[in-house]
């Protein structure tokens, strides 16, 4: 990548500068609010929602989901869950990777397990101390001071990669692995398999058990079909399926219609991909080819809502009527329970940036086609290196002039960061 850099700062003096942008890979099209790859979502309270997703991309809404904000993250790994505790927040990810925020998730820093370096999927936050995280291989880590570090945990001897978590208190909770429900009443600590052994005109093995949603009153556990049923000469009709337990009565399963293929050769599978508990014991469930599924009534009725989009739904979030959907480069929010769906085109704040005492660069514009200007309001800036997403170094400039011409990069997302003799601010940067 042959690339041309000139920078400098609208100060009275003018000072040798080296730059450093740091490219994540994100590809973007021309549209600059086009939403990334995402795999799960968080309400933290009323109006605050975190999504996080491929690429390291973490994103935060401040109204109830309806706009949204790149936040910078430390890393460029695979983030595959997020939960929020008041100002506490914890984010998972591939290769062991652990995210921590004590400010709302205003800002993240990595934080080094020190336990494994296996993918984890999911995690809970039982208080504001403690945190248990699941992944891939068994592996379960705990920690008991607010993230800060982690140890192997739990007594579950298996060879499955662990799905999903759900507590709903700080010493119930259930697990799904390998098609196994664990149960936990003591935060975790020892776990037993609860799957039941039959279920009366089931029509299919406990295998493809994939993700759970845990209340005081509900257990729900989402299951994933490949059965397919012939519904005319060359049509396909497929299944897939809710199981739950009120109380302590015994597990019933609900099964849906919610697909049909009338191609001869259609081969495709839609899977429910994550289940919520809402107010009411009623369940909202997302899925593969934009499915959303509302059941009603203790899992008497299911509705298939119209979500207006085909992309694969990864998670579902809510709070009060507010629900929260995300997906492959998709965000759905609904206002009424999850009756009714808009799709969220604007995921970036564009334009320029304020400068004070904690943000000392006004960086504009963003997105940019071509050129970056740069104004500093403090001590200026030393430092600009272009890297890859693994690291390598790209280029290294010394410029003096008030621009940043980035013509010649790819479409993408980049951190801009620049440093003086008191540290680094990192700004992310849009090229377009």
């Given amino acids: 990548m042959k690339t041309t850099l000139k920078i400098s700062i609208h100060r009275l003096t003018t000072v040798l500068l080296i730059v450093t942008i740091v490219a994540i890979s994100l590809p973007l099209s021309v549209n600059a609010q086009i939403i990334p790859s995402l795999s799960d979502v968080y309400f933290a309270d009323n109006q605050t929602v975190i999504a996080v997703g491929k690429s390291g991309n973490i994103l935060k809404s401040t109204d109830t989901g309806s706009t949204w904000t790149q936040i910078a993250c430390p890393v460029n790994e695979d983030l595959n869950g997020v939960k929020l505790n008041g100002s506490l927040g ?23 397990s020190n336990v494994t370096s296996k993918d984890l999927t999911d995690l809970e936050i039982l208080s504001n101390t403690k945190i248990i995280a699941i992944g891939k291989d068994s592996i379960m880590l705990v920690s008991n001071n607010s993230g800060e570090s982690w140890e192997a945990f739990g007594s579950i001897s298996c060879s499955y990669n662990f799905d999903d978590l759900s507590f709903m208190d700080l010493n119930n909770g259930i697990l799904i692995a390998g098609g196994t429900i664990y149960g936990t009443t003591d935060g975790g600590s020892s776990w037993k398999n609860i799957k039941p052994s039959s279920i009366s005109g089931h029509h299919t093995a406990w295998s493809n058990l994939h993700c759970c949603s845990y209340s005081s009153d509900l257990m729900v556990i989402g299951e994933n079909f490949n059965t397919k049923i012939s519904i005319n000469p060359t049509g396909i009709e497929y299944y897939d399926a809710i199981w739950y337990k009120i109380g302590s009565a015994n597990f019933v399963e609900k099964k849906g219609t919610f697909r049909k293929c009338y191609d001869k050769t259609c081969t495709g599978t839609y899977y429910i991909q994550d289940i919520r508990i809402l107010p009411d014991n009623k369940f909202l469930a997302v899925g593969d080819d934009g499915l959303i599924v509302k059941i009603e009534n203790n899992g008497a009725n299911w509705s298939y809502k119209n979500s207006g989009t085909t992309k694969s739904l990864t998670a579902v979030s809510y709070s009060g009527n507010n629900c929260i959907a995300v997906g492959n480069g998709v965000i759905l929010k609904s206002t009424d329970s999850g009756d009714t769906w808009s799709t969220i085109t604007s995921i970036i704040q564009s334009g320029t940036e304020d400068y004070n005492n904690d943000n000392p660069f006004k960086i504009f514009p963003n997105p940019v086609e071509n050129i970056i200007s740069i104004i500093h309001s403090g001590n200026l800036p030393t430092t600009v290196v272009i890297y890859s997403i693994e690291g390598k170094l790209v ?36 090229k377009k």
Avoid: A, F
């Fill in 395 to 430: 280029r290294q400039e010394l410029v003096k002039e008030n621009q940043i011409d980035i013509s010649n990069l790819s479409k993408g997302i980049y951190i801009l960061r620049l440093t003086n003799q008191e540290g680094t601010i990192d700004r992310r940067i849009i």
């Fill in 90 to 112: 914890i984010v998972v990810g591939n290769k062991g990777t652990i995210l921590q925020s004590m400010n709302y998730g205003v800002n993240w820093t990595k934080v080094n």
